[in-house]
């Protein structure tokens, strides 16, 4: 798919969607996992994959972006996704785990809130770019932390067939 340029289909105008994300699992990248994907491109199953760990987000805390870089000079397109989490209530072992995930080479899975599965961090780790621990001043401020995990790649983010999350993707407690 990475060299998939000639355009034979269209899509048609969906109805409605919803933005944001449900879910969010991280694990410790593996050079070692391998992935399987169908004929459009869905991952449908993985070897040697790593452990990943649910990272409860409320309500509208976690969000992926991926902007796209052209460069013509060259004929390179890279996907750079931004991960973006958000811990409340800034407490040891949220300190913890933001120190591990400044310093991580992360794989991940998120699940949108419109239902799809995506794995990121399948060709190389993503890490962490951007993040703060906070206390705020009001009262009304964040007590937490916060955290933006960057994937670079050629092929960028894909959908994920959500049996592979638990099987050959394990799910950590």
Same mark, same amino acid.
């Given at each position: 798919? +990475? #060299?998939?340029?000639?355009?034979? !289909?269209?899509? +048609?105008?969906?109805c409605t969607t919803i933005g944001g994300?449900? &879910?969010?699992?991280?694990?410790?990248? $593996?050079?070692? =996992? $391998?992935? !399987?994907?169908?004929?459009?491109?869905?991952?449908?199953?993985?070897? $040697? =994959?790593?452990?990943?760990?649910?990272?409860?987000?409320? /309500?509208?805390?976690?969000?992926?972006?991926?902007?796209?870089?052209?460069? &013509?000079?060259?004929?390179?397109?890279?996907?750079?996704?931004?991960?973006?989490?958000?811990?409340?209530?800034?407490?040891?072992? *949220?300190?913890?785990?933001? @120190? @591990?995930?400044?310093?991580?080479?992360?794989?991940?899975?998120?699940?949108? #809130?419109?239902g799809e599965y995506y794995a990121l961090?399948?060709? &190389?780790?993503? &890490?962490?770019?951007?993040?703060?621990? !906070?206390?705020?001043?009001?009262?009304?401020?964040? #007590?937490?932390?916060?955290?933006?995990?960057?994937?670079?790649?050629?092929?960028?983010?894909?959908? /994920?067939?959500?049996? *592979?999350?638990?099987?050959?993707?394990p799910v950590g407690s």
């Amino acid at each position: 798919m +990475a #060299n998939d340029c000639i355009i034979d !289909s269209g899509i +048609a105008l969906g109805c409605t969607t919803i933005g944001g994300l449900n &879910r969010v699992w991280l694990g410790t990248f $593996s050079a070692d =996992a $391998s992935y !399987s994907y169908d004929a459009q491109g869905v991952l449908t199953g993985a070897t $040697s =994959a790593s452990t990943v760990y649910l990272m409860e987000q409320d /309500m509208e805390y976690a969000g992926l972006s991926e902007p796209t870089t052209y460069t &013509r000079e060259n004929g390179t397109v890279v996907y750079e996704s931004a991960l973006t989490l958000k811990f409340i209530h800034l407490t040891q072992e *949220v300190i913890n785990l933001k @120190k @591990k995930l400044d310093k991580a080479p992360i794989f991940g899975v998120v699940e949108a #809130n419109a239902g799809e599965y995506y794995a990121l961090g399948t060709k &190389r780790p993503g &890490r962490a770019t951007e993040g703060q621990k !906070s206390l705020g001043i009001a009262m009304t401020e964040l #007590n937490g932390a916060t955290i933006t995990i960057t994937f670079k790649s050629e092929d960028g983010i894909g959908t /994920m067939d959500p049996s *592979v999350l638990g099987t050959d993707i394990p799910v950590g407690s």
